[in-house]
């Protein structure tokens, strides 16, 4: 392996080192590719329908085509140097290739529990604080996005300039935090993501998806539905899906904030070949399922599915029908 930065080349070449075989490498490959070429169909396929149907541009939606960016900025980057890695052994893009790759990685998936919790926090004021909820401007909502995107580029950039660091994991492949060296700049840096982009967002979600359910049991036995002003059956649809997207999350990341908080206090050496893949296939695992999350949860989103399904065959039919009326028109003026 040469890597670009000379001054980085030998103690890079000795963490690069893979522990697994060129065959237990081509199966992460074929995963990979498979996965990828999955999330970046469905989540572009997202992007049409929200692009095409103008009842699904709603402020929630706005939230949602962002996350779905986030996961086609995985799929269509990391999934093909990873696969590529994996398919020649070892890591192919070099010193700088490992920091760009580690850097958007990271990026991504703090982009994403980032608009996780804006999506929370839109559920909470849409539903438990009305008042406030009607008075929400797209340009509150373009800050809170923003927001979100502004501190995902900052966690991400900090390993680049010296807090903490990356570089590749046991595998060879794929290129992270470097968790094997837990020095106080790796644990501080951990801690940080984990109490910053974990533990805040999770008490947020949590604190406004329990006031959520409270409302909405109020609305329910009361039977004062009628008195709302809104769709209250799009409404519950919207957050059912939000809690469901919010979860899968949280089970994808998991392995991968055990592994990290495990090298900070613990051995990195005890962590299991195994443990170090599967935890990162697990995070990114997340850019393929949200697509199955909006079409299963959310009515509307089926409907704007049938529908252009429905145009598509349409389309189809009209097309076969009239071949056989131009096939023959050729054949006479022949």
């Given at each position: 392996?040469?890597?670009?930065?000379?001054?980085?080349?030998?103690?890079?070449?000795?963490?690069?080192?893979?522990?697994?075989?060129?065959?237990?490498?081509?199966?992460?490959?074929?995963?990979?590719?498979?996965?990828?070429?999955?999330?970046?169909?469905?989540?572009?396929?997202?992007?049409?329908?929200?692009?095409?149907?103008?009842?699904?541009?709603?402020?929630?939606?706005?939230?949602?085509?962002?996350?779905?960016?986030?996961?086609?900025?995985?799929?269509?980057?990391?999934?093909?140097?990873?696969?590529?890695?994996?398919?020649?052994?070892?890591?192919?893009?070099?010193?700088?290739?490992?920091?760009?790759?580690?850097?958007?990685?990271?990026?991504?998936?703090?982009?994403?529990?980032?608009?996780?919790?804006?999506?929370?926090?839109?559920?909470?004021?849409?539903?438990?604080?009305?008042?406030?909820?009607?008075?929400?401007?797209?340009?509150?909502?373009?800050?809170?996005?923003?927001?979100?995107?502004?501190?995902?580029?900052?966690?991400?950039?900090?390993?680049?300039?010296?807090?903490?660091?990356?570089?590749?994991?046991?595998?060879?492949?794929?290129?992270?935090?470097?968790?094997?060296?837990?020095?106080?700049?790796?644990?501080?840096?951990?801690?940080?993501?984990?109490?910053?982009?974990?533990?805040?967002?999770?008490?947020?979600?949590?604190?406004?998806?329990?006031?959520?359910?409270?409302?909405?049991?109020?609305?329910?036995?009361?039977?004062?539905?009628?008195?709302?002003?809104?769709?209250?059956?799009?409404?519950v649809d919207v957050t059912k899906m939000s809690v469901v997207m919010i979860v899968m999350f949280l089970v994808a990341w998991s392995p991968y904030s055990i592994v990290?908080?495990?090298?900070?206090?613990?051995?990195?050496?005890?962590?299991?070949?195994?443990?170090?893949?599967?935890?990162?296939?697990?995070?990114?695992?997340?850019?393929?399922?949200?697509?199955?999350?909006?079409?299963?949860?959310?009515?509307?989103?089926?409907?704007?599915?049938?529908?252009?399904?429905?145009?598509?065959?349409?389309?189809?039919?009209?097309?076969?029908?009239?071949?056989?009326?131009?096939?023959?028109?050729?054949?006479?003026?022949?």
């Open positions: 392996m040469h890597w670009n930065d000379s001054a980085n080349s030998s103690e890079s070449d000795a963490e690069a080192h893979s522990v697994f075989t060129q065959t237990e490498h081509n199966i992460v490959a074929a995963y990979l590719i498979t996965a990828g070429v999955i999330s970046i169909f469905s989540n572009i396929v997202v992007l049409g329908i929200f692009v095409k149907y103008k009842e699904l541009r709603t402020a929630t939606n706005a939230i949602i085509i962002n996350l779905a960016f986030t996961d086609i900025g995985v799929s269509g980057i990391g999934y093909p140097m990873s696969a590529a890695s994996d398919l020649h052994g070892s890591w192919k893009f070099g010193y700088t290739g490992c920091q760009i790759y580690a850097a958007l990685n990271i990026f991504f998936g703090m982009a994403s529990i980032g608009l996780l919790t804006v999506v929370a926090v839109d559920r909470y004021l849409t539903i438990c604080r009305p008042d406030i909820g009607r008075r929400m401007t797209t340009r509150n909502y373009a800050a809170l996005i923003l927001a979100a995107w502004i501190n995902a580029v900052f966690w991400a950039s900090m390993p680049t300039v010296g807090w903490a660091g990356y570089a590749p994991d046991p595998t060879g492949a794929t290129c992270t935090v470097n968790w094997r060296k837990n020095d106080v700049s790796f644990v501080s840096y951990t801690m940080s993501v984990i109490a910053v982009n974990f533990v805040v967002p999770l008490t947020v979600m949590f604190y406004c998806y329990y006031n959520v359910s409270r409302t909405m049991k109020q609305y329910t036995s009361s039977n004062c539905l009628e008195s709302i002003n809104m769709d209250w059956s799009d409404q990290c908080l495990w090298s900070s206090f613990g051995d990195p050496k005890k962590i299991s070949p195994a443990m170090a893949i599967i935890a990162p296939l697990f995070a990114k695992s997340s850019t393929f399922y949200n697509p199955c999350i909006y079409v299963i949860a959310n009515k509307k989103f089926r409907r704007a599915i049938l529908a252009m399904v429905r145009c598509q065959t349409r389309q189809e039919i009209t097309i076969s029908n009239a071949l056989p009326m131009t096939v023959s028109l050729s054949a006479l003026t022949s």
